[in-house]
């Protein structure tokens, strides 16, 4: 049973590490996207509204989906 209970709180840790990590990325993206593509003429010709945060995360977990590198090397 403790063992059980170690793994269970190590996968919480782990996925809780990951999630926290994808928080600390998304910020840049939020505020990078925001500042390029939601100016006040990109506003007005487009109607782009401004990226939020929960969006920025999701856009980079597609990203990271999309744009992975799944290619090996053989040696």
Known sequence: MEYLLKGIAAIVGIIGFVVLVGFIIALPTLI????????????????????????????????????????????
């Open 32 to 75: 990078i996207v925001n500042y390029l593509f939601t100016s006040a003429v990109l506003m007005v010709l487009f109607g782009i509204p401004a990226l939020t945060f929960w969006k920025a995360f999701w856009l980079n977990v597609l990203c990271g989906i999309l744009f992975k590198n799944t290619s090996s090397s053989s040696t």
